[in-house]
């Protein structure tokens, strides 16, 4: 018998996936080009928004809505060290372009029902010097994003959602991503839809459009609003190679376009198939004989309609001291399984080398996830009962550990 394999994601592409791939292969049109901007209008247009700008990987989308917002081209450019609030609870790729851009992360804890950033703890960690908050909707649920809004409006803050992994998820109706000044996404393998790698990040300001445009290629003019002005004034140079602003290469391929492209198109299929798969364990476990209240689970707020990427845990209090040996057991046994992203991140040994909390302030409920949290995916496939009851069989076995 073949041993059982419950990774984060099974068997992502499609036939009709790969050959997307493999047809961008045969017309020999590798970097980004058509397809790539064919999906960006497709993508904005879904999700409803004006643009969008695909990347790499989501990694890539958040590093350039951050370096937007420092930029000398945008409007209201941030300074060095002014602060941008963000969730102790959340990814490294969230918290690095903060860095990276000279402005200053200030930490907010979350809420226990969301994993999302605290608005009570938002609204206290405000000052003079806060310019912009950095939301990390967590494994496809937000906040409450009326108030959100409410508090930055009143501050004049800039919202960046990362949606990486909150791809599909809404609160009142709206795609979350698209209700602050910047949203991104992430195409990554176990995501919501995926091509692998690749990103995306959106907005509805056309300006900021045109500088994240610059910024992922090079700097350059190409493509922009702003390459009629520079080109009239700098007439000796190459026209096709203006360099107007500073800039990377976070450009993505075609390949990725075309695959996350076929993806998209059944990004409501996946959602409604994920969220099913997660009643169903969720169903077997607490109607087996052996449930005890191991585990609690997130319930969606009645504003939100959630998008899932994994099932989240939190076990039983007198089980957390179990936990790090009943991950390993799950790995032995074929359930790949993660910490609810990189658990608190002013415990990361990064956090000490970059001296991100002096004061040692402790956030109790972004500790209280880490120490008691994991998720294991869902996946885009319906399960059968052998596979739920096998899950379930293993997911019980917590307390003989």
Same mark, same amino acid.
């Given at each position: 018998?073949?041993?059982?394999?419950?990774?984060?994601?099974?068997?992502?592409?499609?036939?009709?996936?790969?050959?997307?791939?493999?047809?961008?292969?045969?017309?020999?049109?590798?970097?980004?080009?058509?397809?790539?901007?064919?999906?960006?209008?497709?993508?904005?247009?879904?999700?409803?928004?004006?643009?969008?700008?695909?990347?790499?990987?989501?990694?890539?989308?958040?590093?350039?809505?951050?370096?937007?917002?420092?930029?000398? +081209?945008? =409007?209201? #450019?941030?300074?060095?060290?002014?602060?941008? @609030? $963000?969730?102790?609870?959340?990814?490294s790729? *969230? /918290?690095?372009?903060?860095v990276?851009?000279?402005?200053?992360?200030?930490?907010?804890?979350?809420?226990?029902?969301?994993?999302?950033?605290?608005?009570?703890?938002?609204?206290?960690?405000?000052?003079?010097?806060?310019?912009?908050?950095?939301?990390?909707?967590?494994?496809?649920?937000?906040?409450? +994003?009326? =108030?959100? #809004?409410?508090?930055?409006?009143?501050?004049? @803050? $800039?919202?960046?959602?990362?949606?990486?992994? *909150? /791809?599909?998820?809404?609160?009142k109706?709206?795609?979350?991503?698209?209700?602050?000044?910047f949203?991104?996404y992430?195409?990554?393998?176990?995501?919501?839809?995926?091509?692998?790698?690749?990103?995306?990040?959106?907005?509805?300001d056309?300006?900021?459009?045109?500088?994240?445009?610059?910024?992922?290629?090079?700097?350059?003019?190409?493509?922009?609003?702003?390459?009629?002005?520079?080109?009239?004034?700098?007439?000796?140079?190459?026209?096709?190679?203006?360099?107007?602003?500073?800039?990377?290469?976070?450009?993505?391929?075609?390949?990725?376009?075309?695959?996350?492209?076929s993806?998209?198109?059944?990004?409501?299929?996946?959602?409604?198939?994920?969220?099913?798969?997660r009643?169903?364990?969720?169903?077997?476990?607490?109607?087996?004989?052996?449930?005890?209240?191991?585990?609690?689970?997130?319930?969606?707020?009645?504003?939100?309609?959630?998008?899932?990427?994994?099932?989240?845990?939190?076990?039983?209090?007198?089980?957390?001291?179990?936990?790090?040996?009943?991950?390993?057991?799950?790995?032995?046994?074929?359930?790949?399984?993660?910490?609810?992203?990189?658990?608190?991140?002013?415990?990361?040994?990064?956090?000490?080398?970059?001296?991100?909390?002096?004061?040692?302030?402790?956030?109790?409920?972004?500790?209280?996830?880490?120490?008691?949290?994991?998720f294991?995916?869902?996946?885009?496939?319906?399960?059968?009962?052998?596979?739920?009851?096998?899950?379930?069989?293993?997911?019980?076995?917590?307390?003989?550990?």
């Amino acid at each position: 018998m073949s041993k059982f394999q419950y990774k984060l994601l099974s068997d992502a592409f499609s036939g009709k996936d790969i050959n997307a791939g493999i047809n961008v292969l045969k017309s020999r049109q590798l970097t980004m080009s058509k397809v790539t901007e064919n999906f960006e209008k497709i993508f904005a247009t879904k999700m409803g928004c004006k643009y969008a700008v695909m990347a790499n990987s989501g990694s890539s989308a958040n590093l350039l809505a951050l370096s937007a917002i420092i930029n000398p +081209l945008f =409007k209201k #450019k941030l300074s060095q060290r002014d602060e941008v @609030l $963000i969730p102790a609870i959340c990814w490294s790729t *969230s /918290l690095w372009p903060i860095v990276q851009n000279n402005l200053k992360p200030v930490f907010v804890d979350v809420d226990l029902d969301t994993f999302n950033i605290s608005v009570d703890d938002l609204k206290k960690k405000i000052t003079s010097k806060t310019k912009a908050i950095l939301l990390v909707h967590v494994l496809g649920l937000s906040s409450d +994003l009326d =108030k959100i #809004k409410e508090i930055a409006k009143k501050n004049k @803050l $800039i919202i960046i959602e990362d949606t990486c992994e *909150s /791809l599909g998820a809404k609160f009142k109706g709206k795609n979350l991503g698209t209700i602050g000044d910047f949203g991104t996404y992430s195409f990554y393998y176990s995501h919501q839809i995926t091509s692998g790698e690749g990103g995306m990040v959106v907005c509805n300001d056309s300006r900021n459009y045109h500088i994240l445009k610059s910024l992922r290629s090079h700097g350059w003019s190409r493509g922009t609003i702003f390459h009629n002005y520079f080109k009239k004034r700098y007439k000796k140079l190459d026209e096709r190679f203006l360099f107007i602003n500073s800039g990377y290469n976070l450009r993505p391929t075609e390949i990725q376009a075309a695959i996350a492209r076929s993806q998209f198109r059944r990004m409501k299929q996946f959602s409604k198939i994920r969220n099913e798969n997660r009643s169903k364990i969720i169903s077997s476990l607490t109607k087996n004989n052996k449930w005890n209240n191991q585990y609690t689970f997130l319930t969606p707020k009645k504003n939100i309609q959630p998008s899932w990427f994994g099932l989240t845990f939190l076990v039983r209090d007198d089980l957390i001291i179990k936990k790090k040996n009943f991950l390993k057991f799950l790995s032995r046994n074929g359930v790949e399984n993660r910490p609810i992203l990189s658990g608190n991140f002013l415990n990361q040994p990064a956090s000490k080398l970059y001296k991100l909390n002096k004061k040692m302030h402790f956030f109790q409920n972004s500790q209280k996830i880490e120490d008691s949290g994991f998720f294991i995916g869902l996946h885009t496939k319906k399960l059968n009962r052998s596979d739920v009851n096998k899950l379930t069989n293993l997911l019980l076995k917590i307390e003989e550990i």
